[in-house]
Structure formats: C-alpha cells, structure tokens
C-alpha cells in the first residue's frame, strides 16, 4: 500500500514521520514554490501533476492507495484537483488541515474579509503602517492601496513584482517567538496586522504580540473546501484514520 501525502506545511512532515515509524509505504509531494523548502522524511516528489486529470494519472500508474491532503489552508486549487482525481479513481481521500484562529472572546480587534483585495482596502482604513504576512503570491493586491503606506512585508522567498519605495522587504522563514514578533512591530512601528487564518502555532506568536501592543489584525478567512471530503484536525488523527482503515 502507498499513501500520496500532498504536503509543504508542518503537519505533512509530522505525519511523514508518524507513518515512516509505523514501517508504511508513502511519498511526500511538494508544490516546489518554496525555493529551499523543509523537506519531509521518506520520499519526495517536487513540482505539480498537470491537474486533476495528471494527478489520477499519477495515482493510477504509481498505484496509490490512498491520498491525504495535507496542503496549506489556502492551497485550495490543489485540493479541488485532489478531490476531483480521487473520485475519478475511486481512491480514498482523507484532509488534514489545522483548525483556524480564533480571537479571545469579546474581542474587537480582529477585522474578518474574504479575500486578499478586501484585505487591502481593511488595511488602508485601519493603519498607516501595515505589517503583510499573507505571502509573496498575494502581493499584487496590495500594492495599489497602500502604494504610500509604510509597509512591512515579510515573505520566505523574495517576491516577484517591484514593491513601492516606502515598503521595506524582510525575507524571513519560521517558526517565530512572541519576543522577537514583538520587537518587531515595535522596531517597524506597525500599526495594523494583515494575515491569513492559517491557523497552527508557528505563526501565531505575530497574532500573541499585536494583541499585547492594541495592534489591530485583518485576517483573511479561509475558502470552503469540497464537503464530501473528510477532514482530520492533526497528523495524529489522520494517521490513525489510515490505519483503521487498513491503508497505512
């Protein structure tokens, strides 16, 4: 049996580990967006499928008995073409995605938009100087409405569009600390958060220091997913989904 693990965040390589601990068969397959990705334990394959039509050819011809999506929040193309070949070959799908966040009860401090131009024009109302953490794909919605904002952008590879001149660059991969978060915004002077729920700790300590510093925060909400798909909060769940169901 072979599980097809499509994976890049942190829980696609703790899961690796979990089924590479229990002797199972699998291969970790990563977008290849991420110029110097982390890489999971076991076998991996960089780079897409050509679409839901590649990808069951993919599962057929590498006799894939199971799939699990674990793919981050927002990879919602990848999880659509994940669906939609699963179904074509008949081959079980599981989702491991981490539940989103959540503001402290009573909270008012968090501004909730459904997309990345929302966002934008939320940041621009709210701030002069935003802190973007919604990565480099994203950028290009931003860069008209806060053109003459004092922008803090922080991405793991540099973008590929020009930034305007007030905009300061900061490459920087996590996990990150509330200390050095905090710093951070107090170093740059941010006045507004702009992120996406992507849910999980290892970024959260930014959320953690906007709400000690009064810093308001935009969040992004994540797109539905297919419903038929069942959905697992962990690798550790996920992991024993595919065991009780004698695939792992």
Known sequence: MTVLI???????????????????????????????????VGEVRVGGFGGAEGLAAHLREHGVTAVVDATHPFATGISRNAAAACAATGTPLVRLERPGWEAAPGSDAWTWVGSHAEAAAAAARLGRAPFLTTGRQSLAHFLEPLAEHTVLVRVVDPPDVALPAPWTLLTSRGPYTLDGERALLRRHACDVLVTKDSGGAHTWPKMAAAAELGVPVVVIRRAGRPSAVEVQPDPRTTAAWLTARGLA
Do not use: D, K
Not at 15 to 34: I, M
């Open 6 to 40: 499509l994976g890049g965040t942190a829980e696609a390589r703790e899961l690796a580990l979990l089924l590479q601990e229990r002797g199972a068969s699998f291969t970790s397959s990563l977008a290849g967006r991420v110029a110097r990705p982390r890489l999971p």
